[in-house]
């Protein structure tokens, strides 16, 4: 099947998401949101490049430090040690073990589509984190002490885009063994916290500007939704040709 064909097929399929109703809209939510990500980094980014979002990137910035002194960080002692056990959840250690140890439970579950589909997901939005970060070269935050350890470039932020990918990620997949609603909005909702949370601390912590983060989190939404596409539509191919 060549790849018109392919394109064709697919158009088909969403345009019918359309007419069919509650049906089909799950593949164009997914598209729909993968495309409002991709704008929402290709604009930041062009805000970066041309330097008009550093006064904004500042007055938030900033709005997390004591007034009068940027030393200090608004808020009571302890919230500085837990933005750090926050931060750490989206760090490439612990995202590393979580994907090898839900892949490798899928394996031994002979569930091979699965581990694949999360392996890939999660490892080529890594590849794409640092792939940008090397092409942007944004230095990082030089208002305050960086207060957690930093090796690579400012934009966009890894943390909230591999996180944000990461565990959408592992919510399409929880999700696709539940039929419940509720349980369902739940574990979308655990996940969107997770990548918000931590890309919050990112900021807080003086590590990444607030576009760095932005731009991870709008990015990282599209990167997942675009993947849990194709694994839909790969999931729907493979029940026509059972049924």
């Not at 993968?34 to 970066?48: P, R, T």
């Not at 070269?137 to 400012?154: E, N, Q």
Request: hydrophobic share 50%.
């Amino acid at each position: 099947m060549n790849s018109g064909h392919i394109s064709t097929s697919l158009g088909n399929w969403l345009a019918r998401g359309w007419k069919a109703g509650n049906a089909n809209w799950f593949p164009v939510l997914l598209l729909c949101i993968a495309a409002f990500g991709i704008y929402g980094f290709i604009e930041i980014a062009e805000e970066v490049a041309d330097g008009d979002i550093r006064n904004f990137d500042e007055v938030l910035f900033l709005s997390l430090r004591a007034a009068g002194d940027t030393s200090m960080l608004r808020g009571p002692d302890w919230l500085q040690e837990t933005a750090l056990e926050v931060t750490a959840v989206g760090g490439f250690p612990l995202i590393i073990f979580t994907v090898a140890s839900v892949a490798g439970f899928f394996v031994v579950t002979k569930r091979y589509g699965a581990a694949l589909f999360v392996v890939l997901s999660v490892g080529s939005g890594a590849l794409l984190s640092y792939t940008l970060k090397q092409y942007y070269a944004r230095p990082r935050p030089d208002l305050v002490d960086h207060l957690d350890a930093v090796h690579t470039a400012s934009f966009p932020s890894g943390h909230a885009l591999v996180t944000t990918v990461a565990y959408l990620t592992l919510a399409a997949l929880v999700i696709g063994f539940v039929e419940e609603r509720r349980a369902r909005v739940y574990v979308l909702s655990i996940a969107v916290f997770v990548a918000v949370v931590v890309g919050v601390s990112r900021v807080y912590l003086g590590v990444h500007w607030p576009s760095d983060v932005a731009a991870g989190w709008a990015l990282g939404a599209a990167w997942a939704s675009f993947s849990w596409l194709i694994m839909h539509i790969l999931k729907q191919r493979r029940t026509r040709t059972v049924e």
